[in-house]
């Protein structure tokens, strides 16, 4: 089953402008993680959020997760054209190190 | 390149024969994990391998598919009887150790097409 849900499937901004990805989640987890895929390479991480944290930031990222909810937001800030790429959010229950993605968002910068 | 090394990035297959994927992790690192990705889908996990042993084979499907990864020589995934429904794109991720807080590092991927 998916346990990493993401909206919107596509998003599409003007260079500047803020990026909105949310994730949703089934079951409990030790932590999430946010992965950005170019057009035919492999995942790059972006960001952890480990289940006791609330909110992270790293350079132009803030992630929020809220257990309570079973969700989490990745907010891109001054989006540029080279940020286009698919987004997928990934959970770890704690049981190992494996991930378990949702089916990701395509984000579209315009010059 | 110290990164995660996949080959070969394309492999193409007939129906009926064996198709083997190889990934060499980072430097240092000495878990693997491989997951398959259909089109327009994200990734989903098969297999979780420390050298020269198997920790979580829950992904994998229960007949065809193998995963190896030997004390010396890269990690192999390996499809026996390939069938069309085996096209995907496999990417193998890899960790210096176990952790829960470590961020995996991918390599870009075999796609495989099986005519």
């Known amino acids: 089953s998916q346990q990493g849900e993401e909206d919107p499937q596509a998003l599409s901004i003007q260079e500047g402008e803020n990026a909105t990805m949310n994730c949703s989640y089934k079951?409990?987890?030790?932590?999430l993680q946010w992965y950005r895929q170019n057009s035919g390479r492999g995942l790059v991480h972006l960001i952890l959020?480990?289940?006791?944290?609330r909110e992270k930031h790293s350079g132009r990222l803030r992630v929020t997760l809220d257990t309570s909810k079973k969700s989490s937001s990745l907010l891109i800030t001054a989006s540029r054209a080279a940020d286009t790429a698919s987004y997928f959010c990934?959970?770890?229950?704690?049981?190992?190190?494996?991930?378990?993605f949702g089916k990701g968002i395509t984000l579209s910068v315009r010059p | 390149n110290a990164g995660v090394m996949q080959n070969p990035r394309h492999l193409v297959r007939r129906r009926g024969q064996e198709a083997r994927l190889r990934c060499s992790p980072m430097?240092?690192?000495?878990?693997v994990y491989w997951y398959r990705q259909l089109p327009e889908e994200g990734l989903k996990f098969m297999v979780y391998l420390q050298k020269e042993n198997i920790i979580d084979e829950s992904g994998m499907p229960k007949e065809r598919f193998s995963a190896e990864f030997p004390k010396e020589g890269p990690s192999i995934l390996r499809i026996q009887q390939v069938v069309r429904g085996d096209s995907a794109a496999y990417f193998c991720?890899?960790?210096?150790?176990?952790?829960?807080?470590?961020?995996?590092?991918f390599g870009d991927g075999t796609r495989l097409s099986i005519l």
């Open positions: 990934a959970t770890n229950t704690g049981a190992n190190s494996k991930l378990t």
């Open positions: 959020i480990r289940s006791n944290e």
């Open positions: 430097k240092g690192h000495s878990h």
């Open positions: 991720a890899s960790t210096p150790r176990q952790g829960l807080l470590q961020p995996q590092h």
């Open positions: 079951t409990s987890i030790n932590n």
